[in-house]
């Protein structure tokens, strides 16, 4: 066992994180249970991903209606080529390779640096040059994203966190939702990546939820969560990788799951209504 699975099974055991562990549980099962989701299912999750590439690409600054982004998603709409486009365009491949992984069960358990390089080349494309893409940052690399976060640690560091992160990967006792919070807390503290490292940390957040179990469903938007307070986002991740507050963390990420998944029960109810147009 390693040290980071010890220390995150006696987080695991901290009264708030059991109770932010329980409303996360309670919440998604009674989104499982949604009427919508017993024959639309494929619709509703199609739509959860298209609000979770909307709202990350706008808290990386690039802001679309969400009727525009379906368009671009749902009917190959052109983006423009300026610089919040190609980020929009980056949200989209990012959420569409986490709708592919999310669907095999316990996904990043196998092959997790290959899923991370997948994800970095989903993320960077037309943001940096290309060998510098689908691998960690060298020495003399430095993140061009998430500047307001303390700094960086040495790509040396990141190697080690991310062999800790593979090896968590495989602690089975741990429940899914904090390690889905460490996933998405360490991406966002090692910015391991030059470009990319915000979409790709909530990326990483909802593989792990819906193939571990957690969201079962995938239909849970907690992506919308966080931008409806984005600074409070940014306060956390702050917190978190300076090591302040761990558990503020987790406690903020339980909170956007569960807001999460009241977008998700908006999208059922506008599935079964047919107000989400077919494209």
């Not at 709202?55 to 423009?80: F, K, W």
């Not at 300076?242 to 807001?259: F, H, L, P, Q, Y």
Request: some cysteine; proline content about 4%; overall charge negative.
């Amino acid at each position: 066992m390693t040290d980071l699975s010890q220390a995150l099974r006696a987080l695991a055991q901290v009264p708030a994180v059991e109770e932010a562990v329980e409303r996360v549980r309670t919440a998604c099962t009674q989104l499982r249970w949604h009427n919508a989701l017993r024959k639309r299912m494929a619709e509703c999750r199609a739509e959860a991903t298209v609000r979770a590439a909307r709202t990350s690409a706008a808290l990386e600054g690039a802001r679309y209606p969400l009727n525009y982004v379906r368009e671009v998603i749902g009917a190959g709409r052109e983006v423009t080529d300026d610089m919040s486009g190609v980020q929009l365009t980056a949200a989209v491949r990012v959420a569409a390779v986490a709708d592919e992984l999310s669907q095999t069960p316990d996904a990043l358990r196998s092959g997790f640096m290959g899923h991370l390089a997948r994800l970095s080349l989903a993320a960077g494309a037309g943001l940096a040059d290309d060998d510098q893409l689908g691998r960690p940052r060298r020495a003399g690399e430095e993140p061009g994203d998430m500047g307001g976060l303390p700094a960086a640690p040495s790509p040396d560091e990141v190697q080690q966190r991310l062999a800790d992160l593979e090896a968590l990967l495989q602690d089975e006792s741990l429940p899914g939702f904090v390690v889905a919070c460490i996933l998405h807390g360490e991406i966002l503290a090692m910015r391991p990546f030059v470009i990319g490292n915000g979409l790709i940390a909530r990326a990483l957040f909802r593989i792990h939820m819906v193939s571990s179990g957690v969201d079962v469903t995938g239909v849970a938007v907690p992506e919308a969560a966080l931008l409806s307070d984005a600074a409070g986002y940014g306060e956390a991740g702050a917190a978190y990788t300076s090591g302040r507050d761990v558990i503020g963390w987790i406690t903020m990420n339980a909170e956007a799951v569960e807001k999460g998944v009241g977008e998700g029960v908006q999208i059922c109810q506008s599935v079964q209504a047919g107000r989400i147009p077919r494209t």
